[in-house]
C-alpha cells in the first residue's frame, strides 16, 4: 500500500479515471483463484492489487480502513467458503467482524459500493474475473474517494428531539437512597469486608458528582446518590484503572451490564468485587432525561450482593420496586433520522463531528469496556492510528473504537457524555449493538458467562452481503 | 470631540462592535472569535461578524490552537525516482485577530510565549496576532483568575480590551499593536465619556469579587515542589482517568510529539499535542517509565505548573486560572483545590498560610 500510484489519489473524476482497489485475499484460495483466472486466459479489469494474507480470518477490519486511509477507492476481501477454511474457522469468525465493520461503515454513510465481500475457491477463476469486474463497476459508479477524514459539503442535520422532558425524580427519594448508600458503604469498611467502596460524590462544579474511593468508614458520610451519579465505577474495575484490593462498587442499571460484560470477557474475579445495585430513577443531562434512560426500567440485574433503593438495602440481587415508565430510545428515533438521509450527507454528518475530536481520548478513558493495557491507538509498529490530530487521524481513531466496542458496549453512554467536542459517539454505538443484537441474538451485559458476539461464530451465520 | 489621538479610550455602541469586525474582514485579516457551532461555543475564523457570539463566557478550547495548532506539518518529503526532495510548508502570512478571547487567555499566550517564541513556527503566528480581549462580566464556578495574579479584566497579553458598559462597550489599546489596530477606527469613534473606563474596571472588580477561591501566592512553589514525594498525590488523583483533556483545554500546556507519517514514497513529519497524562509521554524503549502511575503523571501536570515552571521562570505559575480544566475533567479533577489541599498538608507551612 506504499507505491505512489496508491498514494497519489486523483482529486476529480477526469475521463481516464481509473478506481484503486485494494483485494485483501486468502493464500489458500481466492489467491489461487485469481491465479487460475490468468492462467486460463480469463480477462477482467486491471484495477485490483492484491495483499495476500494466510486466511480471511486474519483480516483485521482495521486493514480496510488503512486501505481507504491510504489511497483506495474500494476494498474487496475474499477468503474461503464456509466449511472449506484450511484453519478450520477462521472465514466464520472473519465473516462476523466483517458484518460489524460493513454495518459500522454503512452507518457512518461510506459509498456501500467501495466495500465488497467474497468466498471464491481456487478453482473459481471464473468467479474471481467476475467479482473483480463487478466490484470494479461498484468502484467505478462510486467514482473517486476524496472525502476520507473531511466533509465534501457541510450536513445540515438536526436530530430529532425527544417529546416533553420528564419530570425529575422526588429528592426525598433520592436522598433515602443516598442515607441508605452510606449506611452500607461504613459497614461494608467498618466489618472490613472490603478496603474501599467506590461511590459518588460531590464534584467541584455545581450539580456534578465524581468518583469517590472510600477507605475510611466515616468518610462514607461524602458519598451521594443523585440525577448525575453519572460516572460508570465499573471503569475502575478493570484494566490500567483498576483499583487494588477488595472493593464494593456502586452500580446503577447501565453500569452492571458493564461489570456483567467485564465478567464475561474474564477481566473480573467475582469474588474480587462486592457489586452493589442502587435503584436508578435516571439520569439528568441538563435539564433532560439521558438519552440511555428513557428505554431502561433501572433494574440493577442478577448479579448484584446488594441491592439499595429508597426503601433500604436488600441482600441479593432483588427488584426493586422502582420500575419507571419506559419509552422509546431518542437514540434509536436519531439514528432512524440519520439513516434515512442520502449516506452522502450522512458521511457528511459524522465527518464534521469527527472534525472537532482532539484525540484527548476522553471517550476511551472513561470506557469500562477499554481496559487494554496498550491501546492500538499507542501502537507505533506499524501505526493503525495516525498521530495527527486532523480528518485522517480522528476519522481512523474513531473508527477504531467504534469497530473495537462492538458487541461490547453495554450502552452507559459515558464516552459521550465526557467527550469535550459533543460528538455523539452514543448513537454509533448504540447502532451497533443492535446491529449486532439483531445479527446474533446477542445482548452485551445481559450473561456473565456468554461468549462475546465477534469471538464465537455459528456456520449458519447470515451472510446476505457476500458475494 | 477634539481629534482622536493615540491612547485615547473609546466607547462603542453594540452594532459599532459587529461593523469593527466586518470592517477588519473587509481589510482581509483572518478573524477568530467566538461562535456557537454543535452546542459547543468554540473560537473560529469568521466570515462575517454576525455569527459571532460576543455573550461572556469561556470557549470549549483556549485560544492556542491559532498560534500552536492541534496538528501541523513541520516539512514534508517526496521521493523522487530514489531522490528525497524535502519541502517547507506553504507560508502563511495573513494578519490574524483573536478577537473576543477572555482576559486569562491573553495571560496563556504570554505564558506560551516563554517556551514556544523559540520555534519559528509559534513566532511567525505570534507576530501576525493581535488580542483582542473581553473583560469578564461573569465568573463562571471554576474560575480563579484572581487566585493567580490575574484579573477579569486582566491586561497580560491583551493588545486591545474590550469591557461591556451596560449600553455598549469601552475599548481601549493596551500595547503598540493595539494601537496599530485602532489607528484607523479612531475617527469615526467617539471618544468615552469620563468615568466610563472606571465603571467597567468596577465592573470587572465585582466580577473578581464573586470568584471565591482563595489565592495561589508564587512563594508556595517550593514548598510545592518538596510535596513530590508526599503520598497525598496518590490520593489525590486516585480518580485521575489518564485521559488529556486537562493539557488540551489548557490556554498554557505546551507539550508535543513529533511524528513521521507516511510512507517511503512521500510524508510528513507532524508536531502535534501531546499531555503528561499519558502513560506514553514518559514510556522508554526500555520498557521502563519514570512515571509509571497516574497519579505519578497527574501529579506532574500540578507541579509543573505551580512548582517547576515557576522556578524556571521567574516566579509565576504557569496556570492563568480559566478553570477549563475543572470544568471539562470527566472525573472532577480540581488543580486549584489540590494545590490548597497538598500545601494544607505540608509541614512547614507557615502559620495562617493555608485555609480553604
Given at each position: 500500500?506504499?507505491?505512489p500510484?496508491?498514494?497519489?489519489?486523483?482529486e476529480?473524476a477526469?475521463?481516464?479515471?481509473?478506481p484503486?482497489i485494494?483485494a485483501?485475499?486468502?493464500?489458500?484460495?481466492?489467491?489461487a483463484?485469481?491465479?487460475?483466472?490468468?492462467?486460463?486466459?480469463?480477462?477482467?479489469?486491471?484495477?485490483?492489487?492484491?495483499?495476500?494474507?494466510?486466511?480471511s480470518?486474519?483480516v483485521?477490519?482495521l486493514?480496510?480502513l488503512?486501505?481507504?486511509?491510504?489511497?483506495a477507492d474500494?476494498?474487496?476481501?475474499s477468503?474461503?467458503?464456509?466449511?472449506?477454511?484450511h484453519?478450520?474457522?477462521?472465514?466464520?469468525?472473519?465473516?462476523?467482524?466483517?458484518?460489524a465493520?460493513?454495518?459500522?461503515l454503512?452507518?457512518l454513510?461510506l459509498?456501500?459500493?467501495?466495500v465488497h465481500?467474497s468466498w471464491?475457491s481456487?478453482?473459481e477463476?471464473?468467479?474471481?474475473a467476475?467479482?473483480v469486474?463487478?466490484?470494479?463497476?461498484?468502484?467505478?459508479e462510486a467514482?473517486p474517494?476524496t472525502?476520507?477524514g473531511?466533509a465534501?459539503?457541510p450536513?445540515?442535520?438536526?436530530?430529532?428531539?425527544?417529546p416533553a422532558?420528564?419530570?425529575?425524580p422526588?429528592?426525598?427519594?433520592l436522598e433515602?437512597?443516598?442515607g441508605?448508600?452510606?449506611?452500607l458503604a461504613a459497614s461494608?469498611?467498618r466489618?472490613g469486608?472490603?478496603?474501599?467502596?467506590l461511590?459518588?460524590?460531590p464534584g467541584p462544579?455545581?450539580?456534578?458528582t465524581?468518583?469517590?474511593?472510600?477507605?475510611?468508614?466515616?468518610?462514607?458520610?461524602?458519598?451521594?446518590?443523585?440525577?448525575?451519579?453519572?460516572?460508570d465505577?465499573?471503569?475502575?474495575?478493570?484494566?490500567?484503572?483498576?483499583?487494588s484490593g477488595?472493593?464494593a462498587?456502586?452500580?446503577?442499571?447501565?453500569?452492571?451490564?458493564?461489570?456483567?460484560?467485564?465478567l464475561?470477557?474474564?477481566?473480573?474475579?467475582?469474588e474480587?468485587?462486592?457489586?452493589?445495585?442502587?435503584?436508578?430513577?435516571?439520569m439528568?443531562?441538563d435539564?433532560?432525561?439521558?438519552?440511555?434512560?428513557?428505554?431502561c426500567?433501572?433494574?440493577?440485574?442478577?448479579l448484584c450482593d446488594?441491592?439499595?433503593?429508597a426503601a433500604?438495602?436488600?441482600?441479593?440481587?432483588?427488584?426493586?420496586?422502582?420500575?419507571?415508565?419506559?419509552g422509546p430510545?431518542?437514540?434509536d428515533?436519531?439514528?432512524?433520522?440519520?439513516e434515512?438521509?442520502?449516506a452522502a450527507?450522512r458521511?457528511a454528518f459524522?465527518?464534521?463531528?469527527f472534525?472537532d475530536?482532539?484525540?484527548?481520548?476522553?471517550?476511551?478513558?472513561?470506557?469500562?469496556?477499554?481496559y487494554?493495557?496498550?491501546?492500538?491507538?499507542?501502537?507505533h509498529?506499524?501505526?493503525?492510528?495516525p498521530t495527527?490530530?486532523?480528518g485522517?487521524?480522528?476519522?481512523?481513531?474513531n473508527?477504531?473504537r467504534a469497530y473495537?466496542l462492538?458487541g461490547?458496549?453495554?450502552?452507559?453512554?459515558?464516552?459521550e457524555?465526557?467527550?469535550p467536542?459533543?460528538?455523539?459517539l452514543?448513537?454509533?454505538n448504540r447502532?451497533?449493538?443492535l446491529?449486532?443484537?439483531?445479527?446474533f441474538?446477542?445482548?452485551a451485559?445481559?450473561?456473565?458467562?456468554?461468549a462475546?458476539p465477534?469471538?464465537?461464530?455459528?456456520?449458519?451465520?447470515?451472510?446476505?452481503?457476500?458475494? | 470631540?477634539?481629534?482622536?489621538s493615540a491612547?485615547?479610550?473609546?466607547?462603542?455602541?453594540?452594532d459599532?462592535?459587529?461593523?469593527?469586525?466586518?470592517a477588519?474582514l473587509?481589510?482581509?485579516k483572518?478573524?477568530?472569535?467566538?461562535?456557537?457551532?454543535r452546542?459547543l461555543?468554540?473560537l473560529r475564523?469568521?466570515?462575517?461578524?454576525?455569527d459571532?457570539?460576543?455573550?461572556?463566557g469561556r470557549?470549549?478550547w483556549?485560544?492556542k490552537?491559532f498560534?500552536?495548532?492541534?496538528?501541523e506539518?513541520?516539512?514534508?518529503?517526496e521521493?523522487r525516482?530514489?531522490v528525497p526532495?524535502?519541502?517547507?510548508?506553504p507560508?502563511?502570512?495573513?494578519?490574524r485577530i483573536?478577537?473576543?478571547?477572555?482576559?486569562?487567555?491573553?495571560?496563556?499566550l504570554v505564558?506560551l510565549?516563554?517556551?514556544?517564541?523559540?520555534d519559528?513556527?509559534?513566532?511567525?503566528?505570534?507576530e501576525?496576532?493581535?488580542?483582542v480581549?473581553?473583560?469578564?462580566?461573569?465568573?463562571?464556578?471554576?474560575?480563579?483568575?484572581?487566585?493567580?495574579?490575574?484579573?477579569?479584566?486582566?491586561?497580560e497579553?491583551?493588545?486591545?480590551?474590550?469591557?461591556p458598559?451596560?449600553?455598549g462597550?469601552?475599548?481601549?489599546?493596551?500595547?503598540p499593536k493595539?494601537?496599530?489596530?485602532l489607528?484607523?477606527?479612531?475617527?469615526?469613534?467617539?471618544?468615552?465619556?469620563?468615568g466610563d473606563?472606571?465603571?467597567?474596571?468596577?465592573?470587572?472588580?465585582?466580577?473578581a469579587?464573586?470568584?471565591?477561591?482563595?489565592?495561589?501566592p508564587?512563594?508556595w512553589?517550593e514548598?510545592?515542589?518538596?510535596?513530590?514525594?508526599?503520598?497525598?498525590?496518590d490520593e489525590?488523583a486516585?480518580r485521575?482517568?489518564?485521559?488529556?483533556?486537562?493539557?488540551y483545554?489548557?490556554?498554557?500546556?505546551?507539550?508535543?510529539?513529533?511524528?513521521?507519517?507516511?510512507?517511503d514514497a512521500?510524508?510528513?513529519?507532524?508536531?502535534?499535542?501531546?499531555?503528561?497524562?499519558?502513560?506514553?509521554?514518559?514510556q522508554h524503549?526500555?520498557?521502563?517509565?519514570p512515571?509509571?502511575?497516574?497519579?505519578?503523571?497527574?501529579?506532574?501536570?500540578?507541579l509543573?505548573k505551580?512548582a517547576?515552571y515557576?522556578?524556571q521562570?521567574?516566579?509565576r505559575a504557569m496556570c492563568?486560572?480559566?478553570?477549563r480544566c475543572?470544568?471539562s475533567c470527566?472525573?472532577g479533577?480540581?488543580?486549584?483545590?489540590?494545590?490548597?489541599?497538598?500545601?494544607?498538608g505540608?509541614?512547614?507551612?507557615?502559620?495562617g498560610?493555608?485555609?480553604?
Amino acid at each position: 500500500m506504499t507505491e505512489p500510484t496508491l498514494q497519489a489519489r486523483t482529486e476529480t473524476a477526469a475521463p481516464t479515471w481509473k478506481p484503486q482497489i485494494a483485494a485483501i485475499v486468502c493464500n489458500w484460495c481466492t489467491y489461487a483463484g485469481a491465479d487460475m483466472a490468468g492462467t486460463t486466459r480469463r480477462e477482467y479489469p486491471a484495477s485490483v492489487r492484491l495483499l495476500r494474507v494466510p486466511c480471511s480470518g486474519r483480516v483485521n477490519p482495521l486493514f480496510i480502513l488503512k486501505a481507504f486511509e491510504q489511497g483506495a477507492d474500494g476494498v474487496l476481501v475474499s477468503g474461503c467458503h464456509p466449511g472449506d477454511c484450511h484453519y478450520v474457522q477462521g472465514n466464520y469468525f472473519a465473516r462476523r467482524r466483517f458484518a460489524a465493520f460493513r454495518s459500522l461503515l454503512n452507518f457512518l454513510g461510506l459509498d456501500p459500493r467501495r466495500v465488497h465481500f467474497s468466498w471464491i475457491s481456487a478453482s473459481e477463476g471464473i468467479k474471481w474475473a467476475r467479482v473483480v469486474g463487478d466490484v470494479t463497476r461498484a468502484v467505478t459508479e462510486a467514482g473517486p474517494l476524496t472525502d476520507w477524514g473531511r466533509a465534501s459539503s457541510p450536513a445540515q442535520v438536526t436530530l430529532p428531539e425527544p417529546p416533553a422532558p420528564r419530570p425529575q425524580p422526588a429528592a426525598a427519594e433520592l436522598e433515602a437512597v443516598t442515607g441508605h448508600v452510606r449506611e452500607l458503604a461504613a459497614s461494608l469498611l467498618r466489618e472490613g469486608k472490603v478496603s474501599f467502596v467506590l461511590g459518588w460524590a460531590p464534584g467541584p462544579s455545581p450539580g456534578q458528582t465524581i468518583p469517590a474511593f472510600i477507605q475510611r468508614p466515616e468518610d462514607a458520610a461524602t458519598l451521594v446518590f443523585d440525577t448525575h451519579s453519572h460516572a460508570d465505577l465499573a471503569a475502575f474495575l478493570a484494566g490500567p484503572r483498576k483499583v487494588s484490593g477488595k472493593v464494593a462498587v456502586l452500580v446503577k442499571a447501565c453500569d452492571a451490564r458493564a461489570a456483567t460484560t467485564l465478567l464475561a470477557e474474564g477481566q473480573l474475579v467475582r469474588e474480587d468485587v462486592v457489586l452493589v445495585g442502587v435503584s436508578c430513577p435516571g439520569m439528568w443531562r441538563d435539564d433532560r432525561l439521558a438519552y440511555r434512560c428513557h428505554s431502561c426500567d433501572g433494574e440493577v440485574g442478577a448479579l448484584c450482593d446488594f441491592t439499595v433503593s429508597a426503601a433500604g438495602v436488600q441482600p441479593g440481587a432483588l427488584p426493586t420496586g422502582a420500575k419507571r415508565a419506559t419509552g422509546p430510545d431518542p437514540r434509536d428515533l436519531q439514528n432512524a433520522h440519520l439513516e434515512s438521509l442520502p449516506a452522502a450527507q450522512r458521511w457528511a454528518f459524522w465527518q464534521e463531528q469527527f472534525a472537532d475530536c482532539v484525540r484527548c481520548y476522553a471517550c476511551r478513558a472513561v470506557c469500562p469496556m477499554c481496559y487494554c493495557g496498550s491501546c492500538i491507538s499507542e501502537q507505533h509498529r506499524p501505526q493503525w492510528v495516525p498521530t495527527s490530530i486532523d480528518g485522517r487521524g480522528n476519522t481512523a481513531w474513531n473508527l477504531v473504537r467504534a469497530y473495537h466496542l462492538s458487541g461490547r458496549c453495554v450502552g452507559c453512554d459515558e464516552c459521550e457524555r465526557v467527550c469535550p467536542a459533543n460528538i455523539r459517539l452514543d448513537l454509533i454505538n448504540r447502532r451497533l449493538a443492535l446491529e449486532l443484537e439483531q445479527r446474533f441474538d446477542y445482548h452485551a451485559g445481559t450473561d456473565p458467562e456468554g461468549a462475546p458476539p465477534l469471538a464465537t461464530f455459528r456456520p449458519d451465520d447470515p451472510q446476505e452481503f457476500i458475494y | 470631540m477634539g481629534t482622536p489621538s493615540a491612547g485615547q479610550i473609546h466607547r462603542l455602541g453594540r452594532d459599532q462592535l459587529a461593523s469593527w469586525v466586518d470592517a477588519l474582514l473587509g481589510e482581509r485579516k483572518r478573524v477568530f472569535a467566538p461562535v456557537l457551532r454543535r452546542g459547543l461555543r468554540v473560537l473560529r475564523a469568521v466570515e462575517r461578524a454576525q455569527d459571532v457570539d460576543f455573550a461572556p463566557g469561556r470557549t470549549r478550547w483556549s485560544p492556542k490552537e491559532f498560534l500552536f495548532p492541534r496538528t501541523e506539518t513541520l516539512f514534508s518529503y517526496e521521493n523522487r525516482d530514489g531522490v528525497p526532495v524535502l519541502a517547507d510548508p506553504p507560508a502563511d502570512d495573513v494578519p490574524r485577530i483573536l478577537f473576543g478571547v477572555q482576559p486569562c487567555d491573553a495571560a496563556g499566550l504570554v505564558r506560551l510565549d516563554s517556551i514556544l517564541l523559540q520555534d519559528p513556527f509559534y513566532a511567525r503566528r505570534r507576530e501576525l496576532t493581535t488580542v483582542v480581549a473581553i473583560a469578564c462580566s461573569e465568573a463562571a464556578p471554576e474560575c480563579f483568575c484572581t487566585a493567580v495574579g490575574g484579573s477579569p479584566a486582566g491586561q497580560e497579553g491583551v493588545d486591545v480590551l474590550l469591557a461591556p458598559l451596560e449600553t455598549g462597550w469601552v475599548v481601549r489599546a493596551l500595547s503598540p499593536k493595539g494601537e496599530a489596530l485602532l489607528a484607523p477606527r479612531r475617527g469615526g469613534w467617539e471618544t468615552a465619556a469620563a468615568g466610563d473606563w472606571e465603571a467597567a474596571l468596577e465592573q470587572a472588580g465585582r466580577v473578581a469579587g464573586s470568584i471565591g477561591r482563595r489565592e495561589l501566592p508564587a512563594a508556595w512553589a517550593e514548598k510545592l515542589e518538596q510535596s513530590f514525594a508526599d503520598p497525598i498525590w496518590d490520593e489525590l488523583a486516585r480518580r485521575c482517568v489518564g485521559c488529556s483533556i486537562c493539557a488540551y483545554v489548557c490556554p498554557s500546556c505546551s507539550c508535543f510529539d513529533v511524528a513521521d507519517e507516511g510512507s517511503d514514497a512521500c510524508g510528513s513529519r507532524c508536531r502535534t499535542w501531546d499531555s503528561c497524562s499519558f502513560r506514553l509521554f514518559t514510556q522508554h524503549g526500555s520498557g521502563h517509565n519514570p512515571r509509571a502511575t497516574q497519579p505519578a503523571r497527574s501529579r506532574q501536570r500540578v507541579l509543573h505548573k505551580f512548582a517547576f515552571y515557576p522556578l524556571q521562570h521567574g516566579g509565576r505559575a504557569m496556570c492563568v486560572g480559566c478553570g477549563r480544566c475543572i470544568r471539562s475533567c470527566p472525573v472532577g479533577m480540581d488543580i486549584h483545590a489540590e494545590v490548597v489541599e497538598v500545601m494544607s498538608g505540608r509541614p512547614e507551612k507557615e502559620a495562617g498560610d493555608v485555609q480553604r
